[in-house]
């Protein structure tokens, strides 16, 4: 999944969670950290393999052994600072950020081609779209229909945001 269909379905996960709860959508500071935990696997492996420090763009920051206590500690510090909803928000998005990357696996039941969750158990696979700017494959995508879900997310996303901005703008504006 590109860096737009994370951040939605980040977005998406991290608002569908908090209505759960009886939150409000997420805003401000809960909203930047659902986009950073949406993002968080990607920013630690991507340029990490990029510049051949990492074999792969899916090992440290894609694995569930190493990412689970770190997400853990973020809940626990969070929690403990007062910064419990933005922690959750934390967590909740890079959480979403694996079922991004394994949706189509988990619906093949390709359960190999999900082994990178499991690193340094399974070894990382060297994934030849990791020597690829982020930016380009993007840009090849266009057009391309295998990421049509990912865009669709997206606008939907934006979409919820916005209302909700609007209204709380409106609601802002009636006192």
Do not use: C
Request: hydrophobic residues 50%; glycine residues 8%.
């Amino acid at each position: 999944m590109f860096p737009i269909g994370h951040l939605a379905l980040g977005y998406l996960s991290v608002a569908l969670f908090r209505v759960g709860r009886r939150r409000p959508l997420p805003t401000e500071w809960t909203l930047a950290a659902a986009l950073v935990g949406s993002q968080l696997p990607d920013l630690i492996d991507k340029p990490l393999a990029y510049y051949g420090v990492l074999v792969s763009g899916r090992s440290l920051g894609h694995s569930l052994l190493v990412m689970l206590p770190v997400l853990v500690v973020i809940v626990g510090v969070g929690y403990r600072l007062g910064y419990d909803e933005h922690a959750t928000a934390l967590v909740v998005a890079t959480l979403s950020h694996y079922l991004g990357d394994t949706y189509r696996a988990l619906l093949a039941g390709d359960w190999s081609a999900m082994q990178f969750l499991l690193w340094p158990l399974f070894p990382a696979t060297d994934y030849p779209a990791d020597s690829i700017p982020p930016w380009v494959r993007v840009l090849e995508s266009l057009g391309d229909p295998r990421y049509n879900l990912q865009y669709a997310l997206a606008v939907v996303a934006f979409g919820i945001w916005l209302i909700n901005r609007l209204d709380r703008r409106r609601a802002r504006a009636e006192r």
